[in-house]
């Protein structure tokens, strides 16, 4: 019967070692004691017997075995190295501590003493920043005990890391709890704060930490009442798409009635602090400020917005003055550098204004120097001190407009129920009984209105051109668009083009009589001379020297001091001149309203004057030349004169 002795610290440890070695059940294991633990020595030496006849293979599978206060390895043939964990205890090798890895054969005994943590839960409050803060330092352990896993693995290779795992276990040290920590606190007299998380935080600590237990509740800083500009800078000027600069743009910044130029943001007070024993911390007081307004500014109703009381051009003076320029005064020339004008007032300007500028203004315009080739505009006036060579003048667009569209509707009126007239008196006609009335309606047009679709055509042009103007209804348009359908191709031919006519000529009277033309007094156009160019003015005109080669329509009253010579002059009022005409080359056209007067001091010869429909052709040179209708029939007053 095999047999082995063996050494251990009770009998049944050397069984359940011994029996795992021989892969035996412990009760085939007999055992006889040699030698009882002494003085000398605290183990048992006993001799091993088991039934096998042969001797049970060795382990190849290692285990740890508990026997109470310790673990046993009862490590397999495999196992070469060991590696202790010493964190969770100590390892011994055949009674020596090891503390690195170290080798082992078979027969080694090898034990795992297992460490065990009492637990600890303490702090210590401070209270920081002249109490903006306290913070535990908190102490927290927990208690328990490492167990060794009983299987382990078969390599050359045990390391304990592996194996070792932390039990948890009562607690046998001092633990504080969250009545403990309320207590701190009261005894601190900390009484605002208090972080609801902080317990949890504390339990959360591994080891050694610091937890933030209150803090001060810090004052919010006020908001400062803000201003927002809205006048910046002046304008840079426009890029183009290529990336070139228009100079001829207007640079001026301008603002419409009612715009904003500034707000403010009203200040919000702030909120006082506590430190953590509930000792006010207070916040500072709210800067405010007040606009100061110049002219044509006002406040809103809120007082928290600058508006603008008129359109013109904004003017920050400081930080918080503003105002509205509505005179663009500029004291020097429109030139590329300045770029062209346009504003909502009057302009002045005290200089000349060079080609291919151009100056608008929504009220009057004064220029000191002269205009060449460019566009001027104003709605209340013009005066030019020097000469206007080229380009286009337009004073007072918007008379310009409606004399012209009631010029317009007028003419087409008159022709239309001419037109209408003569078709009825036809179809009452012995000739034309064989005939539709559309086709007699179509013979009085080719035979005596020839030009009544064109006309059509130019006032349905001219009207959807000014549209936006409040006398232009839909009505009107409408109108007008059915008179050139029924006037213009194969549209007199029509079934209805008789009815619907007639229902247009109806409308287009009673547009006439609504329409309403009132020109005033006060606008006028002032130059001193003028070549080339192109004027329209709804107001009165007035040249101090003389006129060029010029096309010239006034609403108003024509009183030129000077020569008028070449070109085309349209009055609506009285007209007089000192000298008309004088070219050979070219007549001078003069055209007045049939209520007007035509009053020449000295004419020359090769000019047409135009009353009405009727044409009147000065054949030779004529002084005192007065021409005017008086009941219904053009009357010509003149002195012969020689030519000078």
């Known amino acids: 019967m095999p047999e082995e002795v063996a050494q251990g610290r009770s009998l049944e440890e050397i069984r359940q070692e011994w029996a795992l070695k021989l892969k035996l059940s412990p009760e085939d294991l007999m055992l006889e004691v040699i030698e009882k633990p002494n003085f000398f020595s605290r183990q048992w030496k006993v001799r091993l017997k088991w039934k096998d006849q042969t001797q049970a293979p060795l382990l190849t599978c290692s285990q740890a075995i508990w026997d109470g206060s310790n673990y046993v390895l009862a490590l397999g043939e495999e196992v070469k190295e060991v590696r202790p964990f010493t964190q969770a205890g100590e390892v011994w090798l055949n009674g020596k501590l090891q503390d690195k890895p170290f080798r082992v054969i078979l027969g080694d005994r090898v034990e795992f003493h297992p460490l065990v943590k009492e637990g600890q839960l303490t702090w210590d409050l401070q209270v920081l920043h002249l109490g903006l803060s306290v913070v535990a330092k908190v102490r927290h352990e927990q208690a328990g005990r490492y167990i060794l896993s009983k299987d382990l693995s078969a390599l050359e290779e045990i390391d304990l890391v592996g194996y070792v795992n932390l039990e948890s276990v009562p607690s046998q040290s001092e633990v504080w709890n969250e009545a403990k920590l309320s207590t701190d606190l009261e005894q601190l007299k900390i009484v605002h704060g208090v972080r609801p998380e902080c317990w949890q935080e504390i339990l959360a600590v591994k080891g050694a930490g610091e937890v933030v237990i209150a803090e001060a509740s810090f004052p919010v800083p006020p908001e400062h009442a803000q201003l927002v500009d809205f006048v910046g800078d002046p304008q840079v000027p426009n890029a183009a798409e290529e990336g070139n600069i228009d100079f001829f743009a207007s640079k001026v910044k301008l603002v419409k009635e009612g715009a904003i130029l500034a707000r403010k943001i009203p200040g919000k007070p702030g909120v006082p602090g506590k430190d953590v024993f509930g000792k006010v911390l207070p916040t500072a007081a709210v800067r405010d400020f007040q606009f100061r307004l110049k002219k044509n500014v006002q406040l809103s109703a809120d007082g928290l917005d600058v508006v603008a009381a008129c359109a013109g051009q904004p003017v920050r003076l400081d930080e918080k003055t503003y105002m509205v320029e509505n005179v663009y005064v500029l004291q020097k020339d429109v030139d590329m550098a300045t770029g062209s004008i346009e504003f909502p007032g009057d302009v002045f300007i005290n200089g000349n204004v060079q080609d291919g500028l151009h100056v608008y203004a929504g009220g009057k315009i004064e220029i000191r120097g002269s205009v060449s080739h460019a566009e001027i505009r104003a709605e209340k006036g013009t005066k030019i001190h020097q000469n206007l060579l080229g380009g286009k003048v337009v004073v007072g667009e918007k008379f310009v407009v409606r004399s012209e569209l009631l010029r317009n509707v007028s003419e087409l009126w008159e022709q239309l129920s001419d037109c209408l007239r003569h078709t009825a008196e036809l179809i009452k006609s012995q000739g034309a009984k064989n005939l539709q009335p559309g086709q007699c309606l179509k013979h009085v047009m080719e035979k005596r209105f020839s030009e009544l679709p064109k006309l059509s055509n130019r006032v349905e042009k001219f009207i959807l051109e000014h549209k936006d103007d409040e006398?232009?209804?839909?009505?009107?348009?409408?109108?007008?668009?059915?008179?050139?359908?029924?006037?213009?191709?194969?549209?007199?031919?029509?079934?209805?083009?008789?009815?619907?006519?007639?229902?247009?000529?109806?409308?287009?009277?009673?547009?006439?009589?609504?329409?309403?033309?009132?020109?005033?007094?006060?606008?006028?156009?002032?130059?001193?001379?003028?070549?080339?160019?192109?004027?329209?003015?709804?107001?009165?005109?007035?040249?101090?020297?003389?006129?060029?080669?010029?096309?010239?329509?006034?609403?108003?009253?024509?009183?030129?001091?000077?020569?008028?010579?070449?070109?085309?002059?349209?009055?609506?009022?009285?007209?007089?001149?000192?000298?008309?005409?004088?070219?050979?080359?070219?007549?001078?056209?003069?055209?007045?309203?049939?209520?007007?007067?035509?009053?020449?001091?000295?004419?020359?010869?090769?000019?047409?004057?135009?009353?009405?429909?009727?044409?009147?052709?000065?054949?030779?040179?004529?002084?005192?030349?007065?021409?005017?209708?008086?009941?219904?029939?053009?009357?010509?007053?003149?002195?012969?004169?020689?030519?000078?």
């Open 471 to 644: 006398l232009i209804t839909e009505g009107l348009i409408v109108s007008i668009r059915t008179a050139k359908h029924f006037l213009a191709g194969l549209g007199p031919l029509e079934l209805q083009s008789l009815p619907f006519l007639l229902r247009v000529n109806q409308a287009l009277e009673q547009s006439i009589e609504t329409m309403s033309v009132e020109i005033p007094e006060k606008l006028k156009f002032v130059v001193n001379y003028v070549q080339g160019a192109t004027i329209e003015c709804g107001g009165s005109f007035e040249c101090q020297k003389g006129t060029y080669n010029s096309d010239i329509r006034v609403e108003g009253d024509v009183a030129i001091e000077g020569v008028c010579r070449g070109g085309k002059v349209f009055a609506g009022g009285q007209v007089s001149v000192r000298e008309l005409g004088g070219s050979e080359m070219s007549s001078t056209f003069v055209m007045i309203s049939p209520n007007s007067r035509l009053s020449v001091n000295y004419c020359h010869s090769n000019v047409i004057v135009a009353v009405g429909k009727e044409i009147i052709r000065i054949e030779e040179a004529c002084r005192k030349l007065e021409i005017y209708r008086e009941k219904g029939v053009v009357q010509v007053e003149k002195i012969r004169a020689n030519p000078l």
